[in-house]
C-alpha cells in the first residue's frame, strides 16, 4: 500500500510540475480591448522595427503622443484612425495595417494618395519599341528599340523565377546597349533580382549587407549577412546599361537595383526609388488585424543605407503629363541618348 501511496503521490508531483511549466512558457493572451491592441501594436514596432534611426523618428516620443488619445471607450474606428496616424510618420511603404472590412492601408503618402502614379505609361513605352514585346509571367516585356538597344521591363518580382532571362541576354549579345526598366516594380522576391543582375556581372563585387533587429535596444540587432554579386548563366552582358527607376520603384526591386549599382557599366537614369529595402514583416494585433513593418537594415558596401532617402539616379529626369500626352517619355528617351552619346 506504501508503494502505490507513493506512486500516486509522485503523479501527482509530477502533473503539478508540468502544470506549473507551462504556466511560466507560455504568457497570457493580450487582451483585445482598443488600449491592449494599441500597446501591442507599439510594443511590437518597439522591438523589431530596424530603421527609426533611419526615418528620423524618436518612437518614445510617438508613444507620449498617440498614446493618451486611446482609451477603453474607444471605437473600432477611433482605434484604426489613431493607429494608422501613429504608423504614417514612419512613411515607410513596407509599413501597412490590413483591418477588418476597411481597405488596406499603405504606410508611405505617396502610395496612399497615389501621387505621381500617371507619370509612367507601359502602353507609352510600347510605342518604343520596334514591334510586339514578348511577355513573361505577366511581369515581364522584352523587346527591342530602334533595332539595336535591348529592353527589358520587370514590373514585379514576384513568384515565377525570371528564367528567361539567359535567352534575352543571347538574344542581346550584339546590341548597343540595354535598358532594364524598374519603374513602378512593386517589389516581391530579391533572389529573383539577383538572378537577373548575375547576368550582367562582370566579376564578383560586395552588393549590400543586412541585419535583423533583435530587440528594443538602438544597436540590438542580429549578426550582419553579406550579399555579393557574382556572374551567373553561360553568359553575360558587360555593355553599356541603363536602369530605369522612379519612386514607385520599391522593396525587392531596390535590391535588384543595390546589385546592379555594383557595375561600372551601369547607369542610372529616372528618380530616387521609394527607399524601403529592409525585409517586410506581418504580425498580428489582439483584434485580429495584420500590420507589416521593416525589421532588417540594409547598408551598402560605403557603410551608407538607402532606406527612406532611396536609391539615387545618375541622371535625375523627370516624366510630365504634358509631356506624355505628346507621346514622349522623357525617362525612355534620355536612356536611350545616354546609350547613343553616352551624355553627361
Not at 516620443?61 to 484604426?80: C, H, K, M, Q, W
Not at 517589389?187 to 564578383?204: C, L, Q, V, Y
Request: charged residues 20%.
Amino acid at each position: 500500500m506504501s508503494i502505490m501511496k507513493n506512486q500516486h503521490v509522485l503523479r501527482l508531483a509530477i502533473l503539478l510540475a508540468l502544470f506549473t511549466s507551462c504556466g511560466q512558457a507560455f504568457e497570457p493572451e493580450p487582451a483585445n480591448t482598443p488600449e491592449a491592441n494599441f500597446e501591442s501594436l507599439w510594443k511590437t514596432y518597439h522591438e523589431r522595427y530596424a530603421v527609426f534611426e533611419q526615418r528620423g523618428v524618436d518612437w518614445d516620443e510617438v508613444y507620449e503622443t498617440y498614446r493618451p488619445l486611446i482609451g477603453a471607450n474607444s471605437s473600432e474606428s477611433d482605434l484604426f484612425e489613431i493607429a494608422t496616424d501613429m504608423l504614417a510618420v514612419l512613411d515607410d511603404a513596407h509599413v501597412s495595417l490590413m483591418a477588418t472590412d476597411r481597405p488596406f492601408w499603405a504606410g508611405k503618402a505617396t502610395f496612399r494618395s497615389q501621387t505621381g502614379s500617371e507619370l509612367f505609361s507601359y502602353d507609352l513605352v510600347r510605342s518604343y519599341l520596334d514591334g510586339p514585346p514578348a511577355v513573361y509571367y505577366n511581369r515581364y516585356a522584352a523587346g527591342k528599340i530602334q533595332s539595336d538597344i535591348g529592353y527589358l521591363w520587370v514590373a514585379s518580382l514576384e513568384e515565377e523565377r525570371p528564367d528567361f532571362i539567359d535567352d534575352f541576354i543571347a538574344d542581346n549579345a550584339t546590341s548597343e546597349g540595354i535598358i532594364i526598366d524598374l519603374r513602378h516594380n512593386d517589389g516581391g522576391d530579391f533572389t529573383h533580382g539577383a538572378m537577373i543582375a548575375s547576368r550582367f556581372a562582370d566579376e564578383r563585387r560586395l552588393a549590400f549587407t543586412n541585419a535583423p533587429k533583435t530587440g528594443p535596444g538602438k544597436d540590438e540587432f542580429g549578426e550582419r549577412y553579406e550579399y555579393y554579386l557574382e556572374p551567373r548563366g553561360a553568359v553575360q552582358f558587360t555593355g553599356p546599361v541603363v536602369v530605369l527607376i522612379n519612386d514607385y520603384s520599391v522593396s525587392a526591386a531596390e535590391s535588384l537595383a543595390m546589385y546592379l549599382m555594383t557595375l561600372p557599366h551601369v547607369t542610372f537614369i529616372g528618380v530616387n526609388s521609394a527607399g524601403a529595402v529592409g525585409e517586410r514583416i506581418e504580425k498580428e494585433m489582439p483584434n485580429g488585424w495584420i500590420f507589416s513593418l521593416t525589421a532588417q537594415l540594409v547598408t551598402l558596401p560605403d557603410g551608407t543605407s538607402p532606406e527612406r532617402s532611396g536609391i539615387s539616379p545618375d541622371f535625375q529626369v523627370t516624366n510630365s503629363a504634358e509631356a506624355m500626352e505628346r507621346g514622349v517619355d522623357s525617362q525612355l528617351g534620355a536612356a536611350i541618348e545616354h546609350l547613343r552619346t553616352g551624355m553627361n
